[in-house]
C-alpha cells in the first residue's frame, strides 16, 4: 500500500501579485523552494487563509520575496492574502512515518523566520 504524505510546507507566504495572463502555476521565491525542498514544475496544493480556497497548481522560481499566482488561479487571490503551499509525497506504508517533513514558515516580507 502508497500514502500520500506531507513532505513540504510553506506557512503564511504573503501573495506580492497576480498575473491572470500567465499561463499557469505559482511563482514563489527561490530560496523558499529550495528550503522546503519543493522543485520547479512540483504539483503543489495552495491553501488560502482569507477566502478558504483551495486549489493544485506547479511551482515555478521566483525573485527574492516573489509569491505571484499565475493564470486561473490569479483570481483566487489578491495581492496580500495569507497562503500556505503545500507537497506531498507518496510514500510506501512501511515508509510513511518516518518522513521529515520541510515546514518553512516565513514572516510578512515572506522571509524564513
Do not use: W
Request: overall charge positive; aromatic content about 4%.
Amino acid at each position: 500500500m502508497m500514502r500520500f504524505m506531507l513532505k513540504s510546507k510553506l506557512h503564511r507566504l504573503t501573495v506580492t501579485e497576480t498575473n491572470i495572463n500567465y499561463e499557469g502555476s505559482i511563482t514563489i521565491d527561490k530560496s523558499l523552494l529550495k528550503a522546503a525542498d519543493i522543485l520547479p514544475g512540483e504539483r503543489v496544493q495552495v491553501v488560502n487563509l482569507n477566502n478558504s480556497e483551495r486549489f493544485e497548481t506547479y511551482a515555478i522560481e521566483g525573485a527574492s520575496g516573489v509569491v505571484c499566482l499565475n493564470g486561473a488561479a490569479a483570481r483566487l487571490a489578491q495581492s496580500g492574502d495569507k497562503i500556505i503551499v503545500i507537497a506531498y509525497a507518496i510514500i510506501e506504508n512501511a515508509d510513511a512515518g518516518n518522513i521529515k517533513q520541510k515546514i518553512i514558515s516565513v514572516d510578512e516580507r515572506n522571509k524564513i523566520k
